[in-house]
């Protein structure tokens, strides 16, 4: 593993849905299926964005800043059609979250 990969962020994305605009920063895609979440974020602070399927003018967004190393997560509410408040996680479900997204699960 490259030295800065320890370094880069995880974000794991919950809830997603096919279809659904999702973005990071600068960057936006249409989901698929399997979609979870991006690995190697570099620390700092980005604009997550997520808009319904076909409705790029409801995109909402949500700030995050994400610590070197970290796991950072974000969910879809499907039912509103809008970013979720999630709970901060605690050490166990960051590392479990983490060594899941490292080991492509």
Same mark, same amino acid.
């Given at each position: 593993? +490259? +030295?800065? $990969?320890?370094? @880069?962020?995880?974000?794991?994305? #919950?809830? #997603?849905? /096919?279809? *659904?605009?999702?973005?990071? @920063?600068? %960057?936006?895609?249409?989901?698929?299926? @399997?979609?979870?979440?991006?690995?190697?974020?570099?620390?700092?602070? %980005?604009?997550? #964005?997520?808009?319904? $399927?076909?409705?790029?003018?409801?995109?909402?967004? *949500?700030?995050?800043? *994400? =610590?070197?190393g970290g796991?950072?997560?974000? =969910?879809?509410?499907? $039912?509103?059609?809008? *970013?979720?408040?999630t709970d901060?996680?605690?050490?166990?479900?960051?590392? %479990?979250?983490?060594? /899941? $997204?490292?080991?492509?699960?």
């Amino acid at each position: 593993m +490259a +030295a800065h $990969a320890r370094h @880069d962020a995880l974000l794991v994305a #919950t809830n #997603t849905k /096919q279809g *659904v605009e999702f973005g990071i @920063d600068a %960057h936006t895609w249409t989901l698929g299926p @399997d979609f979870e979440g991006l690995h190697s974020i570099p620390p700092g602070l %980005h604009l997550v #964005t997520f808009a319904p $399927a076909g409705n790029a003018a409801g995109r909402e967004g *949500v700030w995050i800043r *994400v =610590a070197p190393g970290g796991v950072s997560r974000v =969910a879809w509410d499907p $039912a509103l059609e809008a *970013v979720a408040a999630t709970d901060p996680l605690d050490a166990a479900a960051a590392a %479990h979250l983490e060594n /899941q $997204a490292r080991a492509g699960r």
